[in-house]
């Protein structure tokens, strides 16, 4: 696998082909903030507080660490006026809807952000989609996923499928970012829905 020649943060770093922006600077202990990010699973980039400025091939773009393939040549920075101003803003909107989260509040004094800068929708989720993905990658039971779009997005347990699986297992609920338990309640009231009623087939008798 060939190297790969970067700098991040002024630091001459050395890097993998396949890695990611954010795999290069963990190898170089420059830390960049993420909420949706975890080793065992595929990059998803949805929470962008891993966003980072960088030089390439004469033009300057924000990125996404987490999901940005290592380039030669790429000049990185991660704490930049306009880097910190995103992440700041980012934050902002999150703490509206999980006000309480430990991980959010550490890095919200760390930018400066203002928790009351956004009306509260205290719905406790940020959609990272971690715990979706941790189900459908590691687990393969899909039995979480996403419903609906744009500001109606939400996550939810299928009840299907969760009252099999779920409750023994909840080895999603230590990645959410905001609280496990909210995720606990998510499947509780998800397992007190009635089932779904079985279809009619029609010329069946009983």
């Known amino acids: 696998m060939s ?58 773009s924000l990125l996404a660490a987490c999901q940005h393939p290592v380039e030669e040549g790429l000049v990185v920075r991660t704490r930049t006026e306009q880097v910190d101003k995103i992440r700041k803003v980012l934050l902002e909107q999150m703490l509206a809807h999980a006000p309480d989260s430990e991980q959010i509040n550490e890095l919200a004094k760390i930018y400066g952000a203002d928790r009351d800068r956004f009306e509260k929708e205290s719905n406790f989720c940020i959609l990272c989609g971690l715990c979706v993905r941790y189900c459908a990658e590691i687990k393969q039971k899909h039995a979480i996923g996403f419903f ?50 079985p279809k009619s087939c029609g010329g069946c008798k009983g």
Not at 16 to 43: F, N, Q, Y
Not at 156 to 175: M, S, V, Y
Request: proline share 6%.
């Open 148 to 197: 609906d779009r744009g500001a109606k997005r939400e996550i939810a347990f299928i009840p299907e499928i969760a009252l099999r699986e779920c409750w023994d297992c909840k080895e999603c609920f230590p990645l959410c970012p905001t609280s496990a338990l909210q995720a606990a309640y998510v499947l509780t009231e998800a397992l007190a829905a009635p089932p779904t009623a």
């Open 3 to 60: 190297e790969i020649n970067l700098q991040i943060d002024g630091k001459k770093v050395i890097a993998s082909e396949g890695m990611t922006i954010l795999d290069a600077a963990r190898s170089a202990g420059v830390s960049i903030p993420t909420l949706c990010d975890h080793e065992k699973l595929h990059p998803y980039g949805a929470c962008r507080v891993c966003t980072v400025e960088a030089d390439a091939h004469e033009r300057t």
